[in-house]
Structure formats: C-alpha cells, structure tokens
C-alpha cells in the first residue's frame, strides 16, 4: 500500500496517541482480563492433523513447497475429559530424520516454537464437540524440507515444571527426496 506524505503525518500521529494512551493507562495482561480460563492440571495432549494435506505455505501465488503445518491439539486434565486450555508453554520442535541402514534413525533437531498462554490465544479455536481446541501453526518458511522425512514432537510445560508429552508427528514432507 502507498501512503502519500499527506497521510503520514496523520497517520504518524494517531500511532503516537494510542502508545501514549496505553502506557498511560496500562494494559491488563492479568489472567483476570483474559476472555478465556485457563487450567493448571493438564495430563494428556492429544493431537490431530489431517493426514491428506497438513501442509501450509506462505507465497503469494501459494506453491506446492509446504512451508508449514497444521496441527490441532486439545489439553485435558484428570477432572475434564474435553479440551481446555492450559496455564503453561506450549513447546514444538521439529527434526530432520535420517534412516540408517541397519541402525537407529538420525534425527537433527531444526526449529523450536514455544507459546506461553497469552501467545497461544492467536491458535484458539472455536469450541467444538472435543472442547476446546489450539489450531497450531507451525512455520518454517526459511527451511528446505521439501521431500524429507521429519519429526515433530509437541509438549506442554506445566507451571509446575512437570513435562506433557503428546504422541509425535512422524511425516513426509511433500516433494522429491533431497
């Protein structure tokens, strides 16, 4: 979009007004101003992607090199069998798998994403008959996975320092092997 130096000005001024605004009269980042409750004793992290096409991409016109995925995750705790939504970081990391005649798979690790609560508002979904659900985005569009197997493992760090794993993603990426 172009802005004629007209506008700037204009523009310019109302960015200022509303930076004043707030650090005038603060912002609530309270858990109390939060639209949403969050809970503590999460146990279990199931995850859902759809196995046809999880994949994302980011140019404009859109590719079929996947610079992303999407996965769906639901928190639960003992007590709440739906989805609900965790006072903790949600951590992802993905690797790069190499299969290894006759030995274990090599994995590289090559991205970490973590979400603390207010972070992980943006993945919020719309209740469903599962709960409430994370639709998360994982990005990676400055990595070349295209056609490699990968492996990306989700968990959620409770505030009480005690680690939830979910059942890893082991893929494909799309695309000739590299």
């Known amino acids: 979009m172009i802005v004629s130096n007209r506008h700037t000005k204009g523009i310019c001024a109302l960015i200022f007004a509303t930076i004043a605004a707030t650090a005038l009269t603060g912002c609530d980042t309270s858990s109390a101003g939060r639209s949403f409750k969050l809970h503590e004793n999460i146990v279990t992290v199931p995850r859902f992607y759809n196995k046809e ?5 980011f140019e404009d016109p859109p590719t079929d090199e996947p610079q992303g995925i999407k996965i769906v995750l639901y928190m639960q705790s003992p007590d709440q069998k739906l989805g609900i939504y965790g006072d903790g970081t949600i951590v992802a990391n993905i690797y790069d798998v190499e299969k290894t005649s006759g030995g ?25 008959r599962l709960g409430q659900p994370y639709f998360l985005v994982l990005a990676w569009p400055e990595l070349n996975l295209v056609g490699k197997e990968i492996l990306i493992a989700i968990s959620f760090q409770r505030k009480d320092g005690r680690l939830v794993k979910a059942r890893p993603v082991h893929i494909r990426v799309p695309g000739p092997a590299r």
């Open 104 to 128: 274990p798979e090599k994995r590289t690790h090559l991205k970490q994403w973590a979400f603390d609560p207010d972070q992980a508002a943006i993945f919020h979904g719309k209740r469903s």
């Open 53 to 57: 096409n999880p994949w994302i991409n």
